[in-house]
């Protein structure tokens, strides 16, 4: 039979709640919120969207306890067989024992868990027709899977029926499973086994533990006006079936087998636990929106602090490249006598023409220009600059993120964002070379177009060449007292060499466009270098607009429910 309203509107609702749980699984990593997510939306796929779309299906009810507590016991006394291996001392149920009617099917959450070997199914005649009663594993067992399987068997049932002991129905661990219980509000029947013989010390555990149920919420959980608990004396078993004795669990089996005789009660309860589940899912889904707009929020303040760093150090690097700064004086003093920059510099008021007939005098015929060295060892110096100051600007980063929690979840994951990038060196060494290869093409272009060719073959292109990356990289209008001296001769000696072959407004734009590639090649090296950060948060900016999204579904859960 179909849903219980088949209301398109709860529908759409349910999918988006499941499309929404799932990238919120995706966006948090690593983080507590994402298994949180991940129950939510187990229960969503696995009980609440199948209900709602038939609230005729089987009732699955759920045996859940601590180790010992007599859960097996249970299953087996309301079966009259032994079906479930019973222990005291360690968990011997260890996947879910699933007893079925044999006119009954197991719904497909089920029937993946069995397939998945987590689940058990046992098709008998003591089976209830239109129950599946499932016997889970320990909820406090010491492996871990059990523990994560009667959980998520704890998402899927319509009915819990929570079976403890005189001496451990107050423990912590308990009613950590009982509060997700009252979230969901999934119904509830208890049982204490092994009370003691004494009538009163009976009364006493028994209303203890009603006691506790009010305090916590649980009481809400009941059946009818209160949650039913049924007390087992110790002594009551029956080894016949290894369980309980038939008569002490009685009104368990009673209200079990009202539930069989009984189509419309049966889809009573299943409306009601599925109007339950889904008022349930209100809370902590307009939690989790919560959560996921104050993550936006550290996102966005951890990137920008990011940003900041990166920025004051890529301010540095643009800083010591207009003025020089980086380069090492021997290199500029090797290219400055190469060039003779005092005899340049002594006709350099007599003109251009002068200038350019003693600039060739000066290298033809004289000494082999240190092209090639003076070259790498300027891309070296810069490679050099562009390390340091990226370097620095991850540990700036890196610092700013520890202190919080996210961006700390990120540095353990990468703990190499705290520097620079193995291998960054050889690659910005190879976009240099590219570049500087530009330029000698552009060289020898300019000097066919402008009539310049005699003058550049003449000198070499690659001489040059090198005097115009040198041009990039230095002039003397940022170049201050005691940084004036070899660095600003070299300026203005590579400056006249350039304007006397190609003019000066020529040599202008031409510096201003290599200038603007050396800088697109910097921004993409620092760019990709913060962007390392990006891949490592483990929240995304986005997450505001999934945000939204989780509130507007939690509105409409609160205030259409099934209708």
């Known amino acids: 039979m179909a849903g219980c309203c088949g209301a398109p509107m709860i529908q759409t609702t349910l999918s988006t709640l499941a499309d929404l749980l799932e990238e919120r699984i995706g966006s948090a990593p690593g983080l507590e919120?994402?298994?949180?997510?991940?129950?939510?939306?187990?229960?969503?796929?696995?009980?609440?969207?199948?209900r709602e779309r038939d609230l005729d299906a089987p009732l699955v009810v759920v045996i859940l306890g601590s180790t010992g507590a007599g859960k097996s016991s249970l299953f087996n006394a309301l079966a009259g067989d032994s079906l479930s291996k019973v222990g005291v001392v360690r968990p011997t149920t260890m996947t879910g024992q699933a007893l079925v009617h044999p006119s009954d099917t197991l719904p497909p959450a089920l029937e993946a868990m069995e397939a998945a070997g987590l689940l058990e199914s046992m098709r008998h005649p003591s089976g209830k027709r239109g129950l599946l009663l499932i016997d889970a594993p320990d909820f406090d067992s010491v492996e871990a899977d059990n523990r994560a399987l009667a959980r998520r068997l704890l998402e899927a049932a319509d009915l819990v029926i929570y079976v403890t002991t005189d001496t451990r129905y107050a423990d912590d661990v308990p009613w950590t499973i009982l509060g997700r219980a009252r979230e969901r509000g999934v119904p509830l029947l208890a049982v204490i086994n092994r009370l003691p013989r004494n009538e009163a010390d009976q009364v006493t555990i028994m209303d203890d533990f009603r006691r506790l149920l009010v305090a916590g919420g649980i009481e809400e959980l009941a059946i009818g006006d209160q949650v039913q608990i049924v007390g087992v004396d110790r002594d009551d078993v029956d080894p016949q079936v290894d369980g309980l004795a038939a008569a002490a669990i009685e009104p368990v089996n009673r209200a079990l087998n009202r539930l069989a005789a009984n189509d419309a009660e049966r889809r009573e309860l299943a409306r009601e636990a599925l109007q339950r589940s889904?008022?349930?899912?209100?809370?902590?889904?307009?939690?989790?929106?919560?959560?996921?707009?104050?993550?936006?929020?550290?996102?966005?303040?951890?990137?920008k602090k990011r940003d900041a760093a990166y920025a004051r150090h890529r301010e540095v690097i643009d800083d010591r490249i207009d003025r020089g700064t980086f380069l090492r004086s021997e290199v500029l003093r090797e290219w400055h006598d190469f060039v003779g920059a005092n005899r340049v510099a002594r006709v350099i008021s007599e003109g251009v023409g002068k200038l350019a007939a003693a600039i060739r005098s000066a290298f033809n015929p004289g000494p082999v220009a240190p092209t090639q060295h003076v070259q790498e060892s300027a891309f070296a110096d810069l490679i050099a600059l562009v390390l340091s100051q990226v370097d620095e600007a991850a540990a700036e980063a890196a610092s700013s993120w520890a202190s919080n929690p996210h961006g700390s979840v990120a540095l353990e994951a990468d703990p190499a964002l705290w520097g620079v990038s193995p291998g960054l060196g050889d690659e910005l060494d190879a976009e240099l070379e590219a570049w500087a290869t530009g330029i000698s093409g552009e060289i020898a272009e300019m000097g066919e177009n402008l009539r310049g060719f005699a003058k550049v073959a003449s000198l070499g292109v690659n001489v040059v060449g090198t005097g115009a990356i040198l041009a990039v990289f230095i002039h003397t209008g940022g170049l201050t007292g005691a940084e004036a001296g070899v660095a600003a001769?070299?300026?203005?000696?590579?400056?006249?060499?350039?304007?006397?072959?190609?003019g000066e407004g020529n040599v202008a734009k031409f510096v201003d466009s290599a200038r603007a590639r050396l800088d697109a090649i910097i921004s993409q090296v620092v760019e990709a270098e913060a962007s390392r950060f990006?891949?490592?948060?483990?929240?995304?900016?986005?997450?505001?607009?999934?945000?939204?999204?989780?509130l507007q579904v939690a509105e409409t859960l609160a205030t259409r429910g099934l209708g």
């Open 278 to 303: 889904l008022s349930g899912l209100v809370a902590p889904v307009r939690e989790l929106a919560e959560e996921m707009a104050a993550e936006a929020r550290h996102a966005v303040d951890l990137l």
């Open 33 to 50: 919120a994402a298994e949180r997510a991940r129950t939510l939306r187990n229960h969503l796929v696995e009980y609440v969207i199948p």
């Open 489 to 502: 001769v070299t300026a203005i000696v590579n400056q006249t060499l350039l304007e006397a072959i190609f």
């Open 534 to 550: 990006d891949g490592s948060l483990p929240v995304a900016v986005s997450s505001a607009g999934t945000a939204e999204e989780l």
